[in-house]
């Protein structure tokens, strides 16, 4: 089973910037996709973000040009970089990985955009 942690979240003022960053451990067979949704209270889990591992990046429409997803296939990691940060952007931001076939899913981390 794949394990995520997830960091980086925090409590920002419109427009600035967040990093966040999920590491996957334990027993991997070979992750082909990282990415990252979110959920804002009252609402459904969305796509943010996601990168194959041949380097294909998918952006949700809302944050084009605004954040950008990197991965490391060597360590299992993927990062968000997160700029020009809007009140609209507050959610829990999940980290997830597909490996064999099976997705694994982080605990959550809290992103507050608030003046």
């Known amino acids: 089973q794949v394990q995520l942690v997830e960091s980086g979240g925090g409590l920002v003022q419109p427009g600035w910037s967040l990093r966040l960053s999920c590491a996957a451990s334990?027993?991997?067979?070979?992750?082909?996709?990282m990415g990252w949704h979110r959920q804002a209270s009252g609402k459904s889990r969305e796509l943010v973000a996601l990168i194959i591992n041949d380097g294909r990046t998918t952006y949700a429409d809302s944050i084009k040009g605004r954040f950008t997803i990197s991965g490391d296939n060597t360590k299992n990691t993927v990062s968000l970089q997160m700029n020009s940060l809007k009140p609209e952007d507050t959610a829990v931001y999940y980290c997830?990985?597909?490996?064999?076939?099976?997705?694994?899913w982080g605990q959550g981390t809290q992103v507050t955009v608030s003046s």
């Open positions: 334990g027993s991997i067979f070979r992750i082909s996709v």
């Open positions: 997830y990985a597909v490996d064999g076939g099976r997705v694994s």
